[in-house]
């Protein structure tokens, strides 16, 4: 009997030890990509879009792991992958301009933007600054006179408290008309929908929101659309949206979607994920997925990336300080 439960035990041994380096060998294999959030909303979307094209498009041969991670709009991830995976060549994390301006707010602990690697953006969607059909102003001139003349006689909204991507938009626009930002009205709702309501329900006039949140209310002819925080015009049912800059405002305000990875991950992990992504970029089965949740092309890959995002933070701080929402 022992001679037969010492080999049965040994046999178990060597299977469990095979099954333990199976097992390992099979996780090194598999990409993940952190949704730092619970599902649902912008990051998850960020996660999908690069599950689902590069599965799509060949790119990956198994399917993606989506884990999620909500915390401080981002900061738990931030710090499990500075503190826990820095090195995971298989992991990549959802990031958006929002990381940035949190970043820029020191609302990350102890960490900045120089502490993981920047990868890549796939996607992106464009600030706005919109206000009703039947407004007084009809170009973003008018509009800002007016807020020259009474900064508190408009009652500008969006979703989030001041410091949120949504009053950064407000804030750099009026900063460009020579308007202190802190003199601004403004008000804060949950999200871009109840915003919306606000504008349409007059319970406030302007509206600084995201373009791809406006096609319904476009079509209808609810709202007019006084400027695109845009590089230059976008096609489609935008393309008659005037940008700030063309209109003598040096604002730009572009939501991308992109991705990070640990600060010591190796640089061939790090480039064979840059090129990936942009090989994604390229495909017409991407293309057609992105715009259907309605983003515009961005391709920003690699060091290119990482030095955007960088600098991005560091203007994010200097208008922070400017206005005394950081010392």
């Known amino acids: 009997m022992k001679p037969y439960t010492s080999l049965s035990l040994a046999l178990g041994s060597v299977l469990l030890g095979s ?18 959030a619970k599902p649902g909303g912008g990051y998850d979307l960020t996660c999908r879009l690069a599950a689902n094209g590069l599965l799509e498009a060949g790119l990956i041969e198994d399917p993606m792991l989506v884990t999620y991670m909500p915390g401080g709009i981002g900061a738990v991830a931030y710090n499990h992958i500075n503190g826990v995976r820095t090195d995971d060549p298989n992991l990549i994390v959802a990031a958006s301009t929002g990381a940035a301006v949190n970043l820029a707010l020191g609302k990350f ?3 900045d933007a120089d502490e993981v690697r920047w990868l890549g953006a796939i996607g992106v969607d464009y600030g706005a600054i919109v206000v009703k059909a039947d407004a007084p102003w009809q170009n973003l001139d008018e509009l800002m006179n007016a807020l020259k003349e009474d900064p508190s006689s408009v009652a500008l909204g969006a979703g989030g408290t001041v410091g949120s991507q949504d009053w950064m938009k407000a ?14 009205r403004y008000v804060a709702f949950e999200g871009g929908g109840e915003s919306l309501a606000a504008l ?20 209808s002819g609810d709202i007019r659309v006084l400027a695109a925080l845009s590089e230059e015009r976008v096609g489609g049912p935008y393309a008659d949206i005037p940008t700030a800059a063309e209109q003598g405002y040096d604002v730009t305000w572009p939501i991308w979607r992109g991705y990070y990875m640990g600060p010591e991950v190796s640089d061939e992990a790090y480039n064979a994920w840059s090129e990936r992504l942009q090989k994604l ?45 950081t010392k």
């Open 19 to 36: 099954l333990l380096l199976s097992s390992s060998v099979q996780a090194a294999d598999n990409n993940e990509c952190i949704a730092p």
């Open 200 to 219: 349409l329900g007059n319970h406030i006039q302007v509206f600084t929101g995201d373009l791809s949140e406006l096609r319904s209310q476009l079509e």
């Open 109 to 111: 602990g102890q960490y």
């Open 281 to 325: 970029s390229e495909s017409d089965s991407f293309a057609d997925l992105r715009e259907a949740q309605g983003l515009f092309p961005m391709a920003l890959f690699g060091d290119e990336f990482d030095s955007y995002v960088k600098q991005q933070v560091t203007q994010f701080k200097g208008l922070a300080q400017e206005v005394g929402l």
């Open 171 to 184: 804030a750099l626009t009026a900063r460009a008309a020579d308007i202190d930002p802190r003199s601004l």
